[in-house]
């Protein structure tokens, strides 16, 4: 799913004035706080850029980076990419020991060459070289130098000091040099804190930051992407895979894109095109239309990665996914979008940030972006329908929290437009739990229930159905990894794809599920919703709180206690309010031998300060301890 | 007359019903084949057929024939739609081929079959690294309930002989195998897992004839000169039909190990006119080649490069032990492993020792002759890691790793200089497989037992104090020895000590940490030692006028570690390991004990594996005992019934609750 390159942009780069004096480069020279928190140190990091015309680029980079542990081998990051339009001129890594010693030299030939694909990827004409160095103890400093010549300028090098978490930053520049004929557009984001200096003079810019510090991972914070302090370059005119193009909009961009990219690449055969119709013929609104030509899609398709073409942003015709019935993101999307038009349904190529992480695109700053596309059918006076067309899997209009809820480019004839895509909210993130268990006098119980789950709990669960019985056995042993001893008797699943609902029909016996103290059994009530997550603790939270998706879990109960018992004692029923979400939690005793039991579970999406992340984890805290609430059983 | 009509209608007749397995022949009964639903996909038919071949420009070669059909049935054997074979290539030019590629997919479309040509464009060669090309061939219009066919032939400059996999993780309906071998040579063959199939051999002899141009005397011209090389050709056979799939299992170390296949390895080659060269037919030949490899027993004779450094190393001690001690610690940090495997060495020991770089065997063969060097009597054990599968037969590819041995009258120690952790007897975890051959010099071997026979222990103490509130604080020292040791170390050393300490508290339920301390990290001769104090509010229930507790609170597992019902393989957990508690805990005033658990222990047959728990009241609280040995590294399949109730058994034990009651 990744178009190429896009990865690749920080290419590092290149520089004028840095002291070579090596014994600088003792790791004594490191301040200390650049080292709290850090597995690397970037002493410093320049990158010129030249751009002499929109078809000429040339990137210089210089880094040099002491590796103080293990954990920070990941941060050499001396690699270059190269294809067809992109070489690398030059490309050496020297090594120093922790005094500032040079130890090796690595020439370009000594740099490892492999294809720059993932495993998931069939194929890419893209390779990266990369410096595959053992060290031979910690710390010591790689002095990375590169010069690469690239026929393209529709992406330029971003300047991003700081690439991964546990890394800091001592010194750092990037330099622009354009062509007076070149209008070049710079955005900069979360720059607030680390001393941006910017310097402009006719035909330059250069940036320069120094002393930024480590960031370390935490959890319920915005991702990482997000939270970075990035330049973004753009230039208005650019070449494209020898294509001279030209946009400052995200309109512009758009049309470019449907030009150049699109508007060629949508022929079908005339069989198909009727094929479709008459499989329409029936249907009257839009929705229906489009529900079955998805279908068609789905079942006549499947997902390949194969990155060719220009710079991987340009689909395989429609024809050709006709005819061979598969394709990647691009080629499935336009295939589905060529189908939708033929049978006079309006549907648009989005691009679009993929992952959890709800990435965006800037509304105010165009730039050639995205790592896959989607499809998107607007439709009056409604909400918008968004397509995944690379899954056999998912149903009509669900797109999950791969592409939920982000800025993405929509590109249509007329040209781009910034569209937000489905936001699942917590009333349609839904998990509802019904049923019932049983108890023996041997502490065994006997559960059966079942659990329909919509939104992205869908989302979360839809992947069972296709799981072997094994593997699906395995999985209600892990999801109740709380109860010992389970023994499935049923395993039956329901996935509605019309409606987007997922049904588990379950049941199952443990034996020894409640523990027996003489003539008493304690039972643990939650059984089938027990939360025994509480978010990590930190002694010093530094990164605000961010909660993605909210959901709402709902379960309702009965439970049976043998006739030789009776209920001692009942936990108390359990209401916990928070701006965070709320929980509630009863136990009524019907009969002698019966009771209810029911719980509800909201969590709230939203962003807290930094500070609140104590209270909701106390929320969480509670929440558990709760669902751990005992019954206590006594012998009659 | 009448006879042969009845034949020939017989044989008419039983076409009729049976396969046809020509390229292209797919007929509609193909795809009623019926599947297993849970089976993602079936391979309804393999042909594949090896044979050598000669011409003058490129000598021997050795060319291979796959003919193959699948059939997709769900959604998830999609994947199965692009077959991908990996070519070997080597440092020279030399590299494998994939030729005359052909391929289709057929559908059942409204009672016919239709047919979609795999095209050249859907064909991809890459280039993914120096040893490796890799052809991904996929098929258009795959869908559930698709069959993809596709013939090819690959023609490889190496004398190798691919596997016969018998079994794959998708069942197979037939699979047809041909190999023939020419008598100049000789491979050793054997069979892997387990399959009841016969691979059968017969011998027939061949004619090549051969064309070739030879300049004439003195000039320029050139002349043909015809030949022919006449030969007899061992030729292997084996047809098996409705193979179930095996799958992988957790605890298991390699799958296959145990899935069906014929192996071939390469042991002799006898040129018509040239020199015997001897690879591997038996355990003997397979050390010697080894042995007296350039990159194996020459680099253990070369001395010159660390003499000096030796010399001015052990030169004040006298005890061997200490001698072995102090050059193994020098490799260890001399030379860092670059992560790769190998029984042979790549740059050299002398390259590995300047740059302070190696590979596994750079690394201890060095140790090794160094070793020698100061009078031990060290020696290479050759081993397969848990990676490479168990090496059952005698074959060079068995090995790719080498540890160094050394023998007394106290029997093996054997070292590996790649892991800064690893000690004494103690090797890396990847190291940990069956068996190893200790290579002596003068040619004579022994297999050595790699799985640990003492026991890795860890013990954990623990003083806990429990309040009127439910709430606990205490401290706790946690001691672990062997494997236990180098495991935690591995994780613990490099890591950011703030990061673990946050990790670790984090994993724990609920229970904050003071005063956090690791002790002997880098000390191997001791064993590890953490200490913390804790404290927590969440480890009680408190129902009524009475307080719930398990008196193992934090410190111990709660899941069974084996989950499913049955099992195929041997459960296999690297190394014997016994796991102690000794917990002291002081009750808080105004309650009194109205319950403690019963005192319990049980065993598993044959002395695998033991558990015993104690509890006792003594003045002001409540003391258990507890440990859980597992006596074996690896554990058969039989015993899994008996293994899995043991935990069970041990995890309810650890579960039962101290009542407490309120005075």
Known sequence: MNLKNIVSIFLLLTCLNVVSQSNSLAVTEIPEELKKNANAVVRSYDVVVDLSSTNKMIVNTKRIVTILNKEGNINIDAHEYYDNNSKIKDLKAIIYDRFGKEIKKIRKNDFKDVSAVDGQTLYSDSRVKYLDYTPISYPYTVEYTSETVNGTTGYLPRYMPINSYFLSVEKSSYRLNYAPDLNIRIQEKNTDNIGLIREDSSGEFLYKSNNIFAIKPESHSASFVNIIPKVLFASNEFYYEGVQAKAENWNELGKWIYQDLLKDVSDLPESTINQVKKLVENERDDIAKARKIYQFVQDKTRYISVQVGIGGWKPFRASEVDRLGYGDCKGLTNYTMALLRAVGIEANYALVHSGKAQQNFDADFAIMQGNHVILNMPLENEENVWLECTSQKLPFGFIGSFTDNRNVLVVSPEGGEIKRTKKYNIDENIQVINGEYNIDSNGNIKVEATIVSEGIEYDDKYYLESLEKRDLERHYKDRWDYINNISLDKMDILNDKEQITFKENISFNASNYLSIVKDKMLLNVNVLSRNTYVPDRYRNRKLPLNIRRGFKNIDELEISIPNDYKVESIPSNKTIDTKFGTYKMSLEKSDETTLIYKREFILNDGDFPKEDYADFRTFYRNVSKSDNAKLILVKK | ?663
């Open chain 2, 1 to 663: 007359m009448k006879n042969t009509i009845l034949l020939l209608f017989l044989s008419i007749n039983l076409t009729a019903y049976s396969q046809n397995y020509n390229y292209g022949k797919i007929s509609k009964e193909d795809f009623s084949i019926s599947a297993n639903s849970e089976d993602d996909a079936m391979i309804l038919y393999k042909n594949r057929k090896t044979n050598f071949d000669y011409n003058s420009d490129d000598g021997w070669f050795v060319e291979t024939e796959i003919h193959q059909r699948i059939k997709i049935n769900t959604k998830n054997g999609l994947d199965w739609g692009t077959h991908s074979h990996l070519l070997l290539k080597s440092d020279g030019n030399e590299e494998e081929e994939m030729n005359v590629i052909k391929g289709a997919t057929y559908n059942l479309v409204g009672g016919k079959v239709e047919r979609t040509k795999l095209k050249g464009k859907s064909i991809f060669k890459e280039n993914v690294n120096d040893y490796r090309n890799k052809v991904s061939l996929t098929f258009p219009e795959v869908k559930e309930g698709s069959i993809i066919e596709f013939q090819y032939t690959i023609k490889s400059p190496f004398f190798n002989i691919r596997d016969i996999q018998v079994q794959y993780s998708i069942p197979v309906k037939k699979m047809e195998a041909r190999v023939y071998i020419p008598e100049y040579f000789v491979f050793s063959q054997f069979q892997k897992g387990y399959h009841p199939s016969q691979l059968k051999r017969t011998v027939k002899s061949r004619k090549i004839n051969i064309v070739r141009r030879e300049s004439v005397t003195g000039g320029a011209q050139t002349e043909v000169v015809k030949s022919s090389l006449e030969f007899e050709e061992n030729r292997y056979s084996v047809s098996v039909s409705d193979v179930s799939a095996l799958k992988g299992e957790e605890y298991v170390n390699n799958i296959n190990n145990y899935r069906a296949s014929y192996v071939f390895e390469l042991a002799q080659y006898k040129p018509t006119n040239g020199q015997l060269q001897n690879f591997a037919l038996n355990w003997e030949d397979v050390l010697r080649t080894i042995s007296q490899s350039s990159r194996f027993g020459i680099e253990l004779k070369k001395t010159g490069y660390f003499e000096k450094d030796i010399d001015a190393l052990i030169a004040s001690i006298s005890d061997p032990k200490q001698k072995a001690l102090t050059i193994y610690n020098y490799v260890k940090s001399k030379v860092k492993w670059n992560n790769y495997y190998g029984k042979y060495t790549s740059d050299g020991v002398r390259r590995a020792y300047k740059d302070q770089v190696g590979n596994v065997s750079e690394i201890n063969l060095m140790l090794t002759s160094m070793l020698r060097y100061a009078g031990l009597n060290a020696n290479p054990v050759l081993i397969s890691t848990r990676s490479n599968g168990v090496p059952l037969f005698p074959t060079l590819d068995g090995y790719n790793y080498v540890v160094c041995g050394i023998e007394s009258d106290n029997g093996v120690v054997l070292l590996d200089a790649t892991n800064k952790y690893s000690t004494l007897n103690i090797l890396p975890f990847r190291a940990l497989n069956w068996e190893g051959r200790l290579v002596r010099d003068d040619g004579t071997s022994s297999l050595i037992n790699l799985y640990p026979k003492q026991a890795s222990q860890k013990t954990v103490s623990a003083m806990i104090k429990l309040d009127a509130s439910g709430n606990i604080e205490g401290s706790q020292r946690t001691i672990k020895t062997n494997h236990e040791a180098m495991l935690y170390r591995e994780n613990y050393v490099n890591a950011d000590k703030d990061n673990y300490l946050e990790k670790f508290e984090n994993s724990l339920d609920e229970v904050e940490i003071s005063g956090f301390e690791v002790k002997n990290e880098l000390d191997l001769a001791k064993p590890v030692m953490e200490t913390y104090n804790f404290k927590s509010e969440s480890q009680s229930d408190i129902i009524a006028d009475k307080m719930y507790v398990t008196p193992l609170f934090f410190l111990v597992e709660k899941e069974n570690p084996l989950k499913m019902e049955a099992r195929d393989f041997p459960v296999d957990f690297g190394f014997p390991y016994i796991d102690k508690y000794r917990i002291n805990i002081t009750l808080p005033q105004g309650y009194e004990i109205e319950s403690v658990p019963e005192s319990a222990a049980f065993t598993l047959p044959d002395n695998i594996g033991s558990f015993k728990y104690v509890i006792s009241k003594n003045s002001n609280g409540v003391q258990v005992l507890m440990d859980l040995a597992i006596n074996q590294a690896i554990i058969s399949a039989e015993y899994y019934d008996t293994l899995k109730e043991f935990y069970k058994q041990a995890i309810s034990k650890q579960a039962e609750q101290i009542v407490l009651k309120k005075i």
